[in-house]
């Protein structure tokens, strides 16, 4: 089994890429942003909370993400490995994915983080927001997620830098350029 947490601020085209490796490796997509969005819309006593506390642009507390996600994983037994989207964003919750995934005698194998500078990620965001009319993309909202990442996720990346897990990639250029450079990056530690 091979798992992946891919990492980046908010439209630095985490899920553009997952979809492509997806494609190529196989692996199941777990994106918490995804899941969150399915609790909302089937207007779950789950997606409830969700939707008051994304709502003031707050990062969903970790015992409500690290149920879903164990949930999910659960769900896919035959899966040959997994894409974490949007998690983990704490060491707390790093650490409970690290515990989680050794119980069943597996690990993360790589952390892939797309660098990108925060104007190119606003100008990103605007033009997603256009088309996907995504309410977490609201431009108040947005300033409190960017933020979010910067002074708390960013954070998570030492813990996995320590384990010599991560590899940066510039997620700015060509889609099929950066996936090129992501291929390489999983290739190696596949």
Do not use: W
């Not at 996995?160 to 990056?185: H, M, R, S």
């Amino acid at each position: 089994m091979f798992n992946l947490v891919i990492f980046g601020p908010p439209g630095a085209g985490k899920g553009t890429q997952s979809e492509k490796i997806i494609d190529k490796y196989k692996l199941v997509h777990l994106s918490t942003g995804d899941m969150f969005r399915s609790h909302i819309s089937n207007d779950t006593e789950l997606g409830k909370r969700v939707k008051e506390i994304l709502a003031d642009g707050r990062l969903v507390p970790d015992s409500i993400t690290i149920d879903m996600l164990e949930e999910e994983v659960k769900n896919n037994p035959e899966a040959e490995g997994f894409i974490f989207d949007g998690f983990p964003r704490t060491v707390p919750q790093a650490e409970a994915l690290d515990a989680f995934l050794e119980g069943k005698g597996s690990k993360v194998d790589l952390v892939l983080q797309l660098d990108v500078d925060q104007n190119v990620i606003k100008e990103r965001i605007a033009e997603r927001q256009k088309v996907s009319g995504r309410a977490d993309d609201d431009a108040v909202k947005l300033l409190k997620r960017i933020d979010e990442y910067f002074d708390k996720t960013i954070h998570v990346l030492p813990y996995y830098q320590e384990q010599g897990k991560v590899t940066t990639l510039n997620g700015v250029g060509k889609i099929d350029d950066i996936f090129e450079a992501i291929c390489g990056a999983i290739d190696e530690k596949h």
